[in-house]
């Protein structure tokens, strides 16, 4: 084997000049009826190979392709070995896996070596050519013995003429394939590590003289009624003659014509143009030498109007979109069709519109699914050094730039990024490439940069990493034709919008959604929806990534993560960080995210009108979508009916007057939902869209006056107060400051001390105030009880106690005035007069945790449900009345952190099997949770798997929480969600349920 593999000069030895995806067919009937995987023309070789797997390249044997008896084992193909038991798995998102020492890469480099036999009924008159859609890292062919080629950039198709290597009859195919090579530098991209032929392997078999490439345009006349559908061919050899037809969208013939030269083109009047709201296709047959390639054609213009705005066919578009990576907890790097479908399916029917295909070229079928079902891409090329950052010495930026101006590199940077155009430049769905991701700037990536634009006018190009600049050059940007960041703060962004652009923006990542959040999507939104040429943002990221494992011996999923694998160097859990957990199944970020972008917002104006906004780009509101409402009082339904006839244009607005009959006091909120007017790809009729909840009025019901009792005792002791009367015996804590029994009616309300509490199992995004907050103590607070006084007032106990929270070693966080109030039915109302250090950090929460007796374990609570709720994330929520179970109430993350918050409270009841039980309530909304786990735990565990139920229920009752944010990668928490008020008073009455 030649050393190809550190020659950034050699990137491909013997392969065919790049060219358009699309497999031929042997007859217009077969292209039309069936997708390449039908093709009679394709030969499949995946399937079972023989395998052997060497740690080192080293110890791979001479002239290994030519021994018969060396594989042994057997692999799958397409798959990463790294699931089939050799290597090991590795996480890691900026580090280099590797010493960085551009092109060399670790000498114990491994190989798998793959052979398998295929029989084949060779024709003369045909020609053979093997394509490989995706190997990581590198690889080199042998058939029959003789060397074929050598390619590189694993999510790109390498495709080798093999006619004079292929036989009759029986065939030797040998692939050697290594895990790095100087490629690797430039797949630096944040994700498991995994290599082999992981995408299909197949060879077409086609005439002598074929077509190799053609390129489609379409254009629109100025009022994108008329459009031209251009094709540009090239042959292989030589001109052959083709012919051309095209279909429209229904089938039907409407134009056919033998091509001249290396064009063709059909003129279409008043086109059914394409855009992700309605994905019509045309289709192109091109047909000669008795093959035939079928070739979907989208209509549409693309273009940047109305002062910086993406228009599509003279439409401003919005983006709501996800980053979404090829990867599977079972499969890896391997996806099928039926795998991407549901991904498909998923967003869809979570109103997301667009994709962003981080940070490498996904299957190439890939952007043919996303043109037939609508969704928007940008399509970005297998590009990225980020590990360079990491390096000790010299300026971060140079760092950061160095392949993207590295001379050796410029090819392979070319390279890369042509593979990525050439290879899917045919898709409707292709709006923007992408030069690749966080690889710096300069010389090399201008240069590619340059190329595409002139490649493909029509397009626009993209690249986030031209930020960094280094010392000594000059950042060219003018091929970027958008202007792109991720994660900026929400004031940062607005200011940048403000202060205008000369360009559209976009966020190619935002809200990133690792663990409970992202909790800021509706703060951005706002900002989308305000700014025309503001066009949109990629939540980062679709799915979490990972590795199953298999269950634990009680049935429970094991999904690892980095350093599970007891690799160096790994990122921990910062590959799980989507808006899916590893298996598909939703998190509430990506149900918050789907009511963010929801297609209707509505909003209550003056003197009962209600408006209507379609927030749909091309279609009209009455078209899609059906208004049902409900009217509550309380949470519990009053009326309700459908709106017809609000017709709204795309973009456009509708008013309706609306008559709740609001009487009485109460709560009352008009719950709006809007559901699919008809069935559209992946969503059924009456598929819910999303809704609106609009407060119509709020007039809380008066707290009852507490009462006295004249058998109200209560007796003091050096550590406790113990009020009881016949019904109920209550012991306050001297020295926790806090009840340490509640006997209501002979039953034990509580099974341990109530607890002030400000602590939560940090989220994910909390793991740089995390930080903060241990340095602080937020994590070992303890309580230290200055005076306690306790007397009968009026036949009610009265109980003031002085107190602090304090951590050991430091100064005291907060300082506490309570004054508890116990009424003759056994009612405990706690008044908490709280002043907080301002040298310490926001808190994560702050209320009072009881541990319930483990069978009182039901809920019911009036505020934001049934999701988990958090100031700055309950948009999947309403506010409405709830019951579940501490069970039920769990967010099972795969990194055990807070969950199952509810915010906006006005009451919760918690009660037994027996019926036993009390309801809170408090003078403002409170959050609650119930957990079968108590905090330590769920701080302490790294899996969920791992946990460990308490012995009681945990009830915790607070005065707020802060909220979730994205700042596990995105800004710190905005000030408004930080619970870190110097004063604040808490009230919170405990009314035991009568038996
Ligand atoms: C971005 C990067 C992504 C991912 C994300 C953090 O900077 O482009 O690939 O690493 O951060 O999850
Ligand atoms: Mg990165």
Not at 978 to 990: G, I, K, P
């Given at each position: ?8 000069a ?9 060219r358009?995806?699309y497999?031929?067919?042997?007859s ?10 039908q093709?009679?023309?394709r030969l499949?070789?995946s ?6 797997y060497?740690?080192s ?9 030519l ?5 042994q ?12 038991g050799y ?12 010493p960085?020492?551009?092109p ?10 793959y ?11 045909m ?14 062919v042998w058939?029959n013995?003789s060397?074929?080629?050598y390619?590189?950039v ?21 692939t ?18 995994m290599s ?17 490439d ?8 100025a009022?994108?009624r008329n459009?031209v ?12 003659p083709?012919?051309?037809t095209l ?22 009047e ?18 000669s030498e ?14 940047i ?34 795998q ?14 667009a994709?962003?295909?981080s ?9 043919q ?16 050094s980020?590990?360079?950052v ?16 590295d ?19 045919n898709?409707?769905a292709?709006l923007?490439w ?11 990536m201008?240069?590619a ?6 490649y493909?006018?029509?397009?626009l190009?993209?690249?986030?990493g031209?930020h960094?600049?280094?010392k000594d050059?000059?950042n060219?940007?003018s ?7 991720m994660?900026?703060?929400?004031a940062?962004l ?6 205008g ?6 966020l190619c ?8 959040g ?5 703060d951005?939104?706002?900002l ?9 943002g ?7 990534h ?48 789907k ?6 917002r509505?909003?209550l104006l003056?003197?009962?009108w ?13 078209e ?7 009217v ?7 009326s ?5 006839g609000?017709e ?8 309706v007057?609306?008559?709740?009959k609001?009487?009485?006091g109460g ?5 709006l ?9 992946f969503?059924g009729?009456?598929?819910e869209l ?9 007039e ?29 015996r ?28 400000i602590w ?12 903060e907050?241990?340095?602080a ?12 006084e306790?007397?009968?007032?009026d ?8 107190l ?19 009424d ?8 908490m ?12 929460r ?8 483990k069978?009182m ?7 934001y449900?049934p ?5 700055d ?5 309403y ?16 990194k055990p952190?807070?969950n ?5 409270c006005a ?41 460990e ?5 945990v ?7 802060s909220g979730i ?17 110097e004063?604040?008073a ?9 038996l």
């Amino acid at each position: 084997m030649e050393k190809y593999y550190e020659n950034p000069a050699i990137l491909h030895v013997g392969t065919m000049d790049n060219r358009a995806y699309y497999i031929p067919f042997a007859s217009r009937k077969a292209a039309l009826e069936g997708n390449g995987d039908q093709s009679e023309r394709r030969l499949l070789l995946s399937g079972t190979w023989q395998f052997r797997y060497y740690s080192s390249v080293l110890d791979v044997p001479e002239t290994f392709w030519l021994q018969d008896g060396l594989c042994q084992d057997v692999i799958p193909v397409p798959s990463v070995w790294q699931n089939y038991g050799y290597d090991r798995h590795q996480y890691t998102n900026v580090n280099y896996p590797f010493p960085y020492d551009p092109p060399y890469v670790p000498l114990e480099n491994p190989c798998g070596v793959y052979r398998r036999n295929f029989c084949l009924d060779k024709q003369e008159s045909m020609r053979y050519y093997l394509n490989y859609e995706g190997v990581d890292s590198c690889f080199y062919v042998w058939i029959n013995g003789s060397f074929v080629g050598y390619s590189q950039v694993s999510h790109s198709t390498s495709e080798f003429d093999i006619t004079d290597f292929v036989k009759q009859g029986e065939n030797v195919i040998v692939t050697a394939v290594l895990k790095w090579c100087d490629g690797s530098y430039l797949e630096d991209q944040d994700k498991l590590r995994m290599s082999g032929i992981f995408r299909d392997v197949y060879i077409l078999v086609r005439p002598s003289h074929h077509i190799r490439d053609f390129f489609l345009h379409t254009d629109l006349d100025a009022e994108y009624r008329n459009a031209v559908i251009r094709a540009d061919l090239s042959y292989f050899d030589t001109p052959v003659p083709v012919r051309a037809t095209l279909l429209d969208p229904m089938g039907c013939v409407i134009g056919e014509t033998a091509v001249e030269g290396d064009t063709v083109s059909f003129s279409v009047e008043g086109a059914m143009l394409w855009n992700a709201e309605n994905p019509v296709q045309y289709t192109l047959l091109l047909e000669s030498e008795g093959e035939t390639i079928a070739q979907k054609v989208g209509v549409r213009k693309l273009e940047i109007r109305h002062q910086n705005c993406i228009c599509l066919n003279g439409q401003p578009i919005k983006f709501r979109g996800v980053n979404r990576h090829d990867s599977d907890p079972v499969t890896g790097y391997t996806i099928s069709r039926e795998q991407a479908l549901k991904d498909l399916a998923l967003m869809k029917q979570h109103n997301i519109n667009a994709i962003r295909t981080s940070h490498y070229p996904n299957a190439p079928w890939f952007p043919q699914l996303c043109s037939e079902y609508g969704f928007y891409m940008i399509a970005e090329s297998d590009q990225e050094s980020h590990g360079s950052v990491s390096l000790i010495g010299g300026d971060f930026e140079d760092n950061y730039c160095a392949l993207a101006r590295d001379p050796r590199f410029m090819s392979a940077i070319l390279d890369r990024v042509q593979r990525n155009v050439m290879r899917d430049k045919n898709c409707a769905a292709v709006l923007i490439w992408s030069l690749g991701n966080e690889s710096g700037y300069g010389e090399n990536m201008e240069n590619a940069g340059r190329w595409v634009k002139s490649y493909d006018p029509d397009r626009l190009v993209h690249y986030e990493g031209y930020h960094p600049q280094a010392k000594d050059h000059v950042n060219d940007c003018s091929m970027l034709d958008v202007y792109s960041r991720m994660y900026p703060a929400c004031a940062d962004l607005e200011k940048e919008l403000r202060d205008g652009m000369d360009k559209p923006y976009i966020l190619c990542e935002y809200i990133h959604a690792m663990g409970n959040g992202p909790g800021d999507a509706e703060d951005y939104q706002r900002l989308i929806d305000q700014y025309d040429g503001f066009a949109g943002g990629f939540v980062w990221e679709w799915c979490d990534h990972s590795v199953y494992m298999g269950k634990t011996e009680d049935g429970k999923r094991k999904y690892f993560y980095g350093g599970d694998f007891g690799e160096f160097p790994h990122d921990g859990n910062f590959c799980m960080d989507g808006l899916v957990f590893p298996d598909r199944t939703p998190h509430n970020g990506l149900k918050e995210y789907k009511n963010v972008i929801r297609p209707i917002r509505a909003r209550l104006l003056e003197d009962g009108w209600i408006e209507f906004e379609n927030k749909l780009d091309f279609t009209r509101l009455e078209e899609y979508a059906q208004i049902a409402y409900t009217v509550t009082r309380d949470g519990v339904p009053v009326s309700e009916g459908i709106f017809d006839g609000v017709e709204a244009a795309p973009h456009g607005k509708a008013k309706v007057l609306f008559d709740p009959k609001v009487s009485g006091g109460g709560t009352w909120y008009l719950n709006l939902t809007y559901r699919a007017a008809k069935a559209w790809p992946f969503c059924g009729a009456g598929h819910e869209l999303g809704f609106d909840q609009l407060l119509l009025a709020d007039e809380p019901v008066a707290v009852e006056a507490l009462k006295g009792s004249a058998a109200m005792a209560v007796a003091e002791t050096k550590r406790q107060i113990i009020v009881a009367t016949p019904t109920f015996r209550y012991i306050f804590d001297k020295v926790a400051g806090q009840f340490s029994a509640l006997v209501f009616q002979n039953q034990a309300l509580i099974s341990k001390p109530v607890e002030f509490n400000i602590w939560r199992a940090p989220t994910d995004n909390d793991r740089t105030v995390r930080q903060e907050w241990e340095r602080a103590g937020y994590d070992r607070a303890t309580v230290r009880v200055y005076e306690t006084e306790a007397r009968v007032e009026d036949g009610l106990a009265v109980i003031e106690c002085h107190l602090s929270l304090a951590p050991l070693v430091l100064q005291k966080i907060l300082d506490i005035r309570m004054r508890c109030v116990i009424d003759g039915e056994g009612r405990v109302e706690m008044s908490m007069h709280c002043q907080k250090e301002m040298a310490m950090p926001y808190l994560p929460r702050f209320g009072v945790r009881l541990f319930l007796p483990k069978g009182m374990d039901t809920a019911k609570y009036l505020g934001y449900g049934p999701l988990e709720s958090y100031v700055d994330k309950h948009r999947a929520s309403y506010w409405g009345c709830f019951t579940t179970t501490a069970a039920q109430n769990h967010v099972d993350y795969i990194k055990p952190q807070e969950n199952g918050s509810h915010w906006g409270c006005a009451s919760v009841e918690v009660w037994d099997g027996s019926g036993a039980g009390f309801k809170a309530v408090s003078s403002k909304p409170i959050s609650f949770s119930i957990s079968p786990y108590t905090q330590e735990e769920l701080t302490q565990k790294a899996h969920n798997f791992e946990l460990e139920e308490d012995e009681n229920t945990v009830l915790c009752l607070d005065y707020g929480v802060s909220g979730i944010g994205s700042n596990s990668c995105g800004p710190r928490l905005m000030e408004q969600y930080q619970l870190n008020e110097e004063t604040f008073a808490f009230t919170l009455r405990l009314i035991p349920r009568d038996l």
